[in-house]
């Protein structure tokens, strides 16, 4: 019964397009991210989503937006899709980060390929 | 500001031996949390250890250990007798809220068994 799963696990586009990449966790955390790994494997912060508050990482343009329907899903739409917009995308959620953050639990990842 | 440094960006050993990974982390907050995360060739990242910055304790897990060092601001991790399916991407990560309130990430250690 996987904890957090992520949908499509790979995804081929255009420049131009927009896409979405969606997330769900049955865990029962109540906070969300989305984490960007680049072509070096660099790991980065780019939302975090708690109780419908959303703190955005200063360096992520506003081409992308999370969306969360309810506790258990933050998805990812990605608008105009730029060729360095290809890295792989990962989903995570963790306890609540005002308290002690327990491990963040992390999806397994959408490699997102922009041509 | 924080940040997490792995100075190693890539070990190779040959199976047995011992190998121990690297991490610096810089913080202002007087509380934190520290992070080690293994990313094998699957792609998936797989929580091993996470620890307060009130806990110095070291902590040993089968062949995995791990010295934390205030003084230094260290949390190496040691494997002993490594084998194979060690080999994988090491990232420590730190977290101390603000900002976006995800994990920091160091640029991970490339660590490759040799059989």
């Known amino acids: 019964d996987t904890a957090v799963s992520q949908t499509p696990k790979y995804l081929v586009t255009q420049m131009g397009n927009d896409k979405s990449i969606k997330c769900e966790q049955n865990l029962g955390h109540d906070t969300m991210y989305w984490y960007k790994q680049d072509s070096k494997k660099f790991l980065k912060i780019m939302f975090s989503?708690?109780?419908?508050?959303?703190?955005i990482n200063e360096t992520v343009p506003n081409r992308f937006s999370p969306k969360s329907p309810d506790k258990a899903h933050l998805n990812l739409h990605i608008n105009s899709l730029e060729l360095g917009d290809s890295a792989v995308y990962f989903c995570?959620?963790?306890?609540?980060?005002?308290?002690?953050?327990?491990?963040?639990?992390f999806g397994q990842g959408t490699r997102l390929t922009v041509v | 500001a924080q940040k997490v440094t792995q100075a190693q960006t890539e070990i190779s050993v040959v199976e047995k031996e011992d190998v121990t990974l690297d991490c610096v982390y810089e913080t202002r907050d007087t509380t934190y949390y520290l992070f080690w995360y293994k990313q094998p060739p699957s792609g998936e990242l797989v929580f091993l250890i996470r620890r307060n910055s009130f806990d110095e304790q070291n902590e040993i897990s089968g062949r995995y250990s791990w010295n934390f060092q205030k003084s230094t601001s260290s949390f190496n991790f040691t494997i002993t007798a490594s084998q194979v399916v060690d080999s994988a991407v090491y990232f420590c990560a730190l977290y101390s809220g603000g900002g976006a309130d995800g994990l920091t990430f160091g640029k991970g250690t490339h660590l490759i068994i040799q059989p």
């Open positions: 989503y708690n109780n419908k508050e959303l703190i």
């Open positions: 995570a959620s963790s306890q609540s980060p005002g308290a002690a953050p327990t491990e963040a639990f």
